[in-house]
């Protein structure tokens, strides 16, 4: 509200002033008379008697333009003061965006407030941080060049097309980097597991992907990194749509296991036999509900999962019993899930595990501080691994709990590693060599050490405790 009057009181306050200059002017005062008259209309004070139409319009913007100027000062006199009281709490938060889904997550937290125009921010006084512009590249240069006012704060950049991996280590600062599409397809995976088919029934499953876009990339990234149930499982990816370099890098995949990706040729469309025997379809284009239908004429009784930024209700309305919306931002945007950083913990706990057993030794009573020291010192694909490490967490405790063995989690979790890196274009090499992303120990489970295989466990008691308290 406040935005809008100063957007007026800045583009308008001119006018009153001309239009008097011309309505003085017809009405024969002198010059140096009108501009005087004119200038007094901002006061509420006409100080010339003469009046004409043209006179009575530049009193009534003059008003208006005087009232819309003293309400503006008392909204940025009432911003700052609720951006000081905020400022006060532990959990603060300034959110710098310029749509409506950065308003959302503002309105997520409790003690937070808004920032549109970085250029005229001053105060740095929150404690967290977000970048959430709808040109990622403003949320980075943003944070860049505020980096030195921001340091000792902890901050959380939003990213749509960037691959976080790719990013340079943030040991000098607290900075947090989340992926919208990751955001969605970890948290479609989550609601949407096939947990049950296949731990507990043992059964094949087909999933289609009929859209090779970002988000449908998401949403087999992630399935084929966590959706790791049993050894034995038979999984296959359908995929339609794929670039000719997509389908080049995809087509030379290792699943490590029984799984298949099979990606087909032309448009899904052509393959209506193919889709009908699909357990699960999903549909990630822009507008779904054509798509929906199709699929529908073919069988009302498909699962269809489709994507849709905002809530559509064709749930409700459709006649199509196992139809299932996702990738809502007003969901998947919440504190929860960026702030409250919950899966963060967890990968901080992976890492720093991974280095008590390098180093031979127990997790200390007090160790909060050298584990984030640790975690600030990779780099973002480190990161990104010891998430993804995070991620299929829960899904080792639940196979723990049925009776799955040590032994078989290790080979598991070998797999799921292997995945995690030749997704993210590492290839086997009998050196190590980083720049080039490569690993020797990219090899099948039983070709490894006794050594190696146990690195594929959580190491240390106490830190396994807290993560099965956080899965």
Same mark, same amino acid.
């Given at each position: 509200?406040?935005?809008?009057?100063?957007?007026?009181?800045?583009?308008?306050?001119?006018?009153?002033?001309?239009?008097?200059?011309?309505?003085?002017?017809?009405?024969?005062?002198?010059?140096?008379?009108?501009?005087?008259?004119?200038?007094?209309?901002?006061?509420?004070?006409?100080?010339?008697?003469?009046?004409?139409?043209?006179?009575?319009?530049?009193?009534?913007?003059?008003?208006?333009?005087?009232?819309?100027?003293?309400?503006?000062?008392?909204?940025?006199?009432?911003?700052?003061?609720?951006?000081?009281?905020?400022?006060?709490?532990?959990?603060?938060?300034?959110?710098?965006?310029?749509?409506?889904?950065?308003?959302?997550?503002?309105?997520?937290?409790?003690?937070?407030?808004?920032?549109?125009?970085?250029?005229?921010?001053?105060?740095?006084?929150?404690?967290?941080?977000?970048?959430?512009?709808?040109?990622?590249?403003?949320?980075?240069?943003?944070?860049?060049?505020?980096?030195?006012?921001?340091?000792?704060?902890?901050?959380?950049?939003?990213?749509?097309?960037?691959?976080?991996?790719?990013?340079?280590?943030?040991?000098?600062?607290?900075?947090?980097?989340?992926?919208?599409?990751?955001?969605?397809?970890?948290?479609?995976?989550?609601?949407?597991?096939?947990?049950?088919?296949?731990?507990?029934?043992?059964?094949?499953?087909?999933?289609?992907?009929?859209?090779?876009?970002?988000?449908?990339?998401?949403?087999?990234?992630?399935?084929?990194?966590?959706?790791?149930?049993?050894?034995?499982?038979?999984?296959?990816?359908?995929?339609?749509?794929?670039?000719?370099?997509?389908?080049?890098?995809?087509?030379?995949?290792?699943?490590?296991?029984?799984?298949?990706?099979?990606?087909?040729?032309?448009?899904?469309?052509?393959?209506?036999? /193919?889709? %009908?025997?699909?357990?699960?379809? @999903?549909?990630?284009?822009?507008?779904?509900?054509?798509?929906? &239908? +199709?699929? *529908?004429?073919?069988?009302?009784?498909?699962?269809?999962?489709?994507?849709?930024?905002?809530?559509?209700?064709?749930?409700?309305?459709?006649?199509?019993?196992?139809?299932?919306?996702?990738?809502?931002?007003?969901?998947?945007?919440?504190?929860?899930?960026?702030?409250?950083?919950?899966?963060?913990?967890?990968?901080?706990?992976?890492?720093?595990?991974?280095?008590?057993?390098?180093?031979?030794?127990?997790?200390?009573?007090?160790?909060?501080?050298?584990?984030?020291?640790?975690?600030?010192?990779?780099?973002?694909?480190?990161?990104?691994?010891? /998430?993804? %490490?995070?991620?299929?967490?829960? @899904?080792?405790?639940?196979?723990?709990?049925?009776?799955?063995? &040590? +032994?078989? *989690?290790?080979?598991?979790?070998?797999?799921?590693?292997?995945?995690?890196?030749?997704?993210?274009?590492?290839?086997?090499?009998?050196?190590?060599?980083?720049?080039?992303?490569?690993?020797?120990?990219?090899?099948?489970?039983?070709?490894?050490?006794?050594?190696?295989?146990?690195?594929?466990?959580?190491?240390?008691?106490?830190?396994?405790?807290?993560?099965?308290?956080?899965?």
């Amino acid at each position: 509200m406040f935005q809008l009057i100063e957007k007026f009181v800045r583009r308008l306050f001119w006018l009153p002033f001309a239009l008097g200059l011309v309505g003085y002017g017809v009405a024969g005062v002198p010059f140096a008379d009108s501009i005087y008259a004119s200038a007094a209309l901002y006061f509420v004070n006409p100080v010339n008697d003469a009046s004409n139409l043209v006179i009575l319009l530049a009193k009534l913007l003059a008003l208006l333009v005087t009232t819309g100027f003293l309400l503006s000062i008392l909204g940025n006199v009432w911003t700052r003061f609720k951006q000081f009281i905020c400022n006060r709490f532990e959990d603060s938060a300034c959110v710098y965006t310029d749509n409506a889904y950065g308003e959302q997550l503002a309105d997520s937290m409790k003690h937070s407030y808004l920032c549109r125009d970085l250029s005229e921010k001053k105060d740095f006084g929150a404690h967290d941080h977000f970048f959430f512009y709808t040109d990622e590249q403003e949320n980075l240069r943003g944070f860049a060049e505020h980096a030195d006012k921001l340091e000792g704060k902890r901050v959380f950049i939003g990213v749509k097309q960037m691959d976080p991996s790719l990013l340079k280590d943030t040991a000098r600062q607290d900075v947090h980097y989340f992926n919208i599409l990751e955001l969605m397809a970890r948290s479609y995976w989550r609601k949407y597991p096939l947990y049950r088919e296949v731990a507990e029934e043992g059964k094949a499953q087909q999933i289609a992907i009929l859209n090779d876009n970002p988000e449908g990339e998401a949403v087999f990234r992630y399935g084929f990194m966590n959706n790791l149930y049993s050894l034995s499982q038979q999984i296959t990816y359908h995929i339609w749509g794929c670039t000719p370099a997509r389908k080049a890098f995809l087509s030379g995949l290792d699943t490590e296991n029984g799984d298949r990706i099979v990606l087909h040729e032309g448009d899904w469309h052509d393959d209506p036999d /193919i889709l %009908q025997t699909m357990d699960r379809v @999903i549909v990630t284009e822009e507008s779904p509900m054509k798509s929906i &239908e +199709e699929l *529908l004429y073919l069988d009302k009784n498909l699962t269809i999962h489709f994507f849709s930024e905002t809530r559509t209700g064709y749930e409700e309305i459709l006649d199509a019993p196992n139809l299932a919306e996702f990738g809502n931002l007003k969901d998947i945007l919440t504190e929860d899930n960026i702030r409250r950083e919950l899966l963060y913990r967890q990968a901080k706990l992976c890492n720093y595990d991974y280095l008590l057993r390098s180093e031979n030794r127990t997790c200390p009573e007090a160790y909060e501080g050298e584990m984030e020291t640790a975690w600030r010192k990779l780099d973002g694909f480190k990161k990104s691994s010891s /998430i993804a %490490q995070a991620d299929h967490y829960w @899904i080792k405790k639940r196979l723990k709990e049925n009776g799955t063995d &040590e +032994e078989t *989690l290790w080979e598991m979790e070998h797999i799921r590693w292997c995945r995690f890196l030749k997704i993210s274009h590492w290839k086997y090499a009998e050196k190590r060599d980083n720049s080039r992303r490569r690993h020797p120990l990219l090899v099948p489970y039983a070709e490894l050490s006794e050594k190696e295989k146990a690195k594929d466990g959580i190491y240390d008691a106490k830190i396994r405790q807290e993560m099965d308290r956080l899965a």
